[in-house]
């Protein structure tokens, strides 16, 4: 199992990631201020049952990966820790663009707001090469079997996504009155909601 530094480490980068908005975020967002508080703490609680998926598919990838060979798990790290980086670098250096045709975010049920959330994250895969990215850099061999670590990563992981995703539910359906009253708001937001389905 991890130990306490390692979690707290790991609790630390989750957080700071789970602050940029997203794909994950943008659906969120626009669900609340189209619906209300409810649709998008629904929207969170798919999210995060797909975040259950990827979670459990890196525990058993670099699972495999580790009893096949040590060296391709270091590899594998290594590879990971460049991935993000680039990751990083791309954020920084790149401007968004999105089309100019507006996208209509119509009204679902509570059953589609969950499976929505749930298929925007399942089906993204940079979300499941971030995880194999990510998890492995906070991973010991010399501490156990790799599949319990990861699992416990991306508990911690779902646990914080949870809070800080359902933060984001929570404030943006209380200001969505707001929103809606601004021009400029109204066409952000016709853009975001395109945008989430483009997967940028």
């Known amino acids: 199992m991890p130990d306490l530094t390692t979690l707290a480490l790991f609790a630390a980068a ?7 908005p997203g794909p994950a975020v943008l659906y ?7 619906q209300g508080r409810t649709a998008g703490l629904l929207s969170v609680l798919g999210i995060h049952v797909g975040s259950v998926v990827h979670v459990a598919a890196a525990a058993l990838g670099i699972s495999a990966l580790l009893a096949a060979s040590a060296t391709a798990f270091t590899v594998v790290k290594y590879l990971g820790a460049a991935y993000l ?3 990083g670098v791309r954020k920084l250096m790149a401007a968004r663009t999105a089309g100019d045709a507006p996208a209509e975010v119509g009204t679902a049920s509570r059953t ?3 499976w929505e959330g749930f298929v925007v994250n399942v089906l993204n895969p940079k979300t499941a090469i971030f995880f194999l990215a990510f998890l492995p ?3 010991d061999p010399v501490r156990g079997p790799i599949a ?4 416990v990563l991306g508990l911690v992981w779902i646990a914080l996504g949870v809070m800080s995703d359902g933060a984001f539910a929570l404030l943006s359906s209380a200001l969505a009155g ?3 009253g601004s021009a400029r708001a109204r066409r952000r937001l016709d853009v975001t909601s395109g ?3 483009l997967g940028q």
């Open 195 to 197: 945008v989430v389905y």
């Open 28 to 34: 969120i967002v626009t669900r609340s201020v189209a």
């Open 148 to 151: 319990p670590q990861v699992v």
């Open 178 to 180: 707001r929103l809606r």
């Open 112 to 114: 589609r707001l969950f």
């Open 85 to 87: 980086v680039w990751l």
């Open 14 to 20: 989750t957080l700071a990631l789970l602050l940029v």
């Open 137 to 139: 850099q906070f991973t």
